[in-house]
């Protein structure tokens, strides 16, 4: 059984005069924050005040980049090059960088978001775009990757250490990808079900596809989403849930 997990969420993303999530209440139960960097969402002042959260909150902090399409919210396909993608993951590490150094704070880890997520995940040349891309900046950063996609392998093999991530509230096909958001089941909206398979993967490295197969996965750090009171009341109930079953949630710097 594992004795650390991680939970993380992603923050920061609002965008002006646009309010997104329930940042300050979610920051009381997750242990890393995954910061929008600018392209998908956020923006400097958006930026500098989820920094101050987090930092107040003894929360972890790691950047969250993509590709630049504010408009779709960065979930459309972008068909761009690795040489391309990893100037956008310099960018936009940069970017983060700027705001934790000026608090006296380090970027922990990197996620990519949405699109360049996912696409990462099943393509092996921009998965090593994006750990390249960590390696360049700064080699101690963690890449924060779908768990036993192309990114863990990239990581891997450019030389950077890497943490397998999980999703409370994603249905997972056969070869431990997501299912997309367009298919019908690609969310788990029973709370009590989701909770059973948050516990289920960190402690026993499995979970059931959408097809109804068992595979195995490894799980360092949980995804959780709380941009609404009752999903902020789900974070908190994961949290409670784990540490009831005795694993330790901590941000993933302490162990990996």
Do not use: W
């Amino acid at each position: 059984m594992s004795k650390f997990v991680d939970l993380n969420s992603d923050i920061g993303e609002s965008f002006g005069a646009y309010k997104l999530g329930l940042d300050d209440e979610v920051l009381k139960y997750v242990t890393s924050a995954n910061i929008a960097c600018g392209f998908h969402a956020g923006d400097p002042i958006v930026m500098t005040k989820t920094v101050d959260i987090a930092a107040n909150r003894n929360v972890a902090v790691g950047a969250h980049p993509g590709y630049p399409d504010l408009m779709g919210f960065e979930r459309r396909d972008m068909k761009a090059t690795p040489d391309e993608v990893k100037a956008y993951v310099k960018y936009q590490l940069g970017a983060l960088s700027a705001f934790t150094v000026s608090k006296g704070l380090k970027v922990q880890h990197l996620k990519a978001h949405g699109a360049m997520y996912n696409m990462a995940a099943v393509d092996y040349n921009l998965a090593k775009a994006i750990a390249e891309a960590v390696y360049e900046v700064d080699s101690d950063i963690i890449l924060l990757a779908l768990a036993k996609s192309q990114m863990v392998k990239a990581a891997n093999d450019v030389g950077i250490k890497v943490a397998e991530e999980v999703f409370a509230d994603r249905a997972y096909n056969e070869d431990s990808t997501l299912v997309p958001r367009s298919k019908p089941g690609s969310m788990i909206e029973d709370e009590d079900l989701a909770i059973k398979r948050v516990i289920r993967m960190v402690t026993e490295g499995k979970v059931e596809a959408i097809t109804g197969e068992v595979i195995a996965i490894h799980a360092d750090s949980v995804c959780v989403h709380g941009d609404n009171p009752q999903a902020v009341e789900f974070v908190k109930r994961i949290r409670e849930e784990l540490e009831t079953t005795g694993i330790k949630v901590m941000p993933i710097g302490r162990f990996i």
